[in-house]
Each structure stands twice: as C-alpha cells, then as structure tokens.
C-alpha cells in the first residue's frame, strides 16, 4: 500500500512539473496599442487604444474607425472583433480603429443647455465644442501623422451619438462616413433636432454614408428622435450622401450597439462569395 501511494504521489509530482513547465512558455496575447496624447484643448492626457490589422504595413494606407466610447472596457474590443470578421468575410479592407477612452463623456459629449434640471444632473456637462476642437485639431492630426490613412469613419452610441450628430451636423467634412446609434437627441429639449434642417442646408454634398438606428425597446423618445432625424437627412437632399435607417425590433439601449453596427457595416460591405 505504501509503495502504492508512493507511486501515485510521483505521478502527480512528474504531471504538476510537465504542467507547470508549459505555463513558463506563455505570453501575452496583444491585439492593439495603448498611446497616450497631451491635448491642450482639454488640458489633459487622453488615451487611445489603437487596433491594427494583421500584417500591418505602413507604407500602404487604411481606413480608419474613430471609436467614442473606446476604453477597454467599454466598446474598443468588441468593435475590433466586428472589424476583423468584416474584414475576412464581408468586402470590408483592413482597417485601424482609434478608441478614444472616456475622460468625462457627459462634458465632452453634450454642447450647452440653460435648463435647470439637466444642469443639475449633468453638473459637468457643456463642453462638446471643445471635444469636436481637440478631435479636429489634434486627435485627427495626430492619426494622420502616425499612419497612411483614407476614409474616416465615426462610430457614436447614446450620447456619443449626439457627438457623432453634432459633428455631422456641424463639422460634416470631419468624418466619411457616420454611425450614429440611438443618439441622445432629447438633449437640451431637441434643439439639435430642431436646428438639423438648417445645419444641413449650409454644408456641402460631399460623398458621406450616414447610418442611423435605434432599438425597439428604447425609450418612446429615442425612437421618435431617431426616425425624426433620418426624416431630416432625407429632406435635405443630399444626392452624394448615402442614407440608412435601421429599426432593431430586438434591442433596447443597452443591447443595441453590437448588432446594430454589425447591420450597418453589412449595408456598406455586403457578403461576396470567394473566388
């Protein structure tokens, strides 16, 4: 019996050592960049998370996502996933996504509002045009120096899509193409809403693609803005822009981003058979 559990007890011994001999050739599994920029618009380092495709060249150009609510833990990895697969099973090219991480996205996300109660709810809120100033004046730029780029693409959900609106509204020749998913158009009482037709009546007809969604099961509000807002695109008349809505009957606010992104790029890089 003795020699029995001796035995055994050098089994186990000579198995912990094989397993523990595979572990020391582990390493980490990477599938970005974390860069760190100074902005002296905002007076603060703001980081990036920066996905590049496999095989990354740089002396070709790509596309690139400009992703709001782009912190690890928010919606930087799941959006790269989306990308890759695009990539290898739709008509989508390589393309690199910036994440921008959150500082404070009710201060860089909203423009001004004088009602009381959003005030108070919001205490830091108001400070979009200098966020639109810091992606423009520094964010862009700083890209742009580090990498051979072509289209540029804004990805924006809830309040980063009142950001992503704004800009489009505003700003237009930032971005090609927009991605404005259940955007927080209820802001300051809808003045943004209110205020589209006559913005879009300034800018120019330049090439864009404009997706707009917004779930089912959001609140009534947030439908009703975002079937308003397309009505608006539609009205302006923009015949170089290409314009999609789309309803998602199963998703509510939480859930919408995933999926609906997924529809959106689908619009743009339908499935091609491989040759």
Same mark, same amino acid.
């Given at each position: 019996m003795i020699k029995k559990i001796a035995l055994a007890c050098s089994i186990m011994f000579a198995v912990a050592c094989t397993l523990s001999a595979q572990t020391v050739a582990t390493k980490p599994l990477t599938i970005g960049e974390v860069r760190t920029i100074k902005s002296k618009t905002l007076n603060e380092d703001r980081t990036l998370n920066i996905y590049l495709p496999q095989g990354y060249d740089k002396t070709k150009s790509y596309p690139v996502i400009y992703l709001l609510d782009?912190?690890?833990?928010?919606?930087?990895?799941?959006?790269?996933?989306?990308?890759?697969?695009?990539?290898?099973?739709?008509?989508m090219p390589e393309t690199?996504? /910036?994440? !921008?991480?959150?500082?404070?996205?009710?201060? =860089?996300?909203?423009?001004?509002?004088?009602? #009381?109660?959003?005030?108070?709810?919001?205490p830091t809120t108001g400070h979009s045009d200098k966020f639109i100033a810091f992606v423009e004046k520094e964010l862009k730029p700083y890209v742009e120096s580090q990498f051979k780029t072509t289209d540029k693409y804004l990805f924006g959900q809830s309040l980063g899509g009142l950001l992503a609106t704004e800009i489009?509204?505003?700003n237009p020749e930032m971005f090609d193409n927009y991605f404005i998913i259940s955007p927080s158009l209820w802001w300051d009482d809808e003045s943004l809403l209110k205020q589209a037709l006559q913005l879009l009546s300034k800018s120019t007809d330049t090439k864009k693609f404009?997706?707009?969604?917004?779930?089912?099961?959001?609140h009534? /509000?947030? !439908?009703?803005?975002?079937?308003?807002?397309? =009505?608006?695109l539609k009205k302006a008349?923009? #015949?170089?822009?290409?314009?999609?809505?789309?309803?998602?009957?199963?998703?509510?606010?939480?859930t919408i981003l995933h999926r609906s992104l997924y529809e959106g790029l689908v619009k743009m890089f339908p499935y091609q058979e491989p040759k």
């Open positions: 782009g912190s690890i833990n928010e919606d930087f990895i799941h959006v790269t996933g989306l990308v890759q697969f695009f990539n290898q099973m739709y008509s690199i996504v /910036v994440g !921008v991480a959150n500082v404070d996205r009710k201060r =860089d996300f909203t423009f001004h509002t004088d009602l #009381k109660d959003l005030q108070k709810d919001y489009l509204l505003k404009v997706y707009v969604s917004v779930g089912k099961g959001e009534p /509000v947030m !439908v009703k803005d975002a079937e308003a807002f397309y =009505d608006v008349g923009k #015949k170089n822009w290409t314009l999609e809505y789309k309803m998602m009957e199963t998703d509510n606010h939480a």
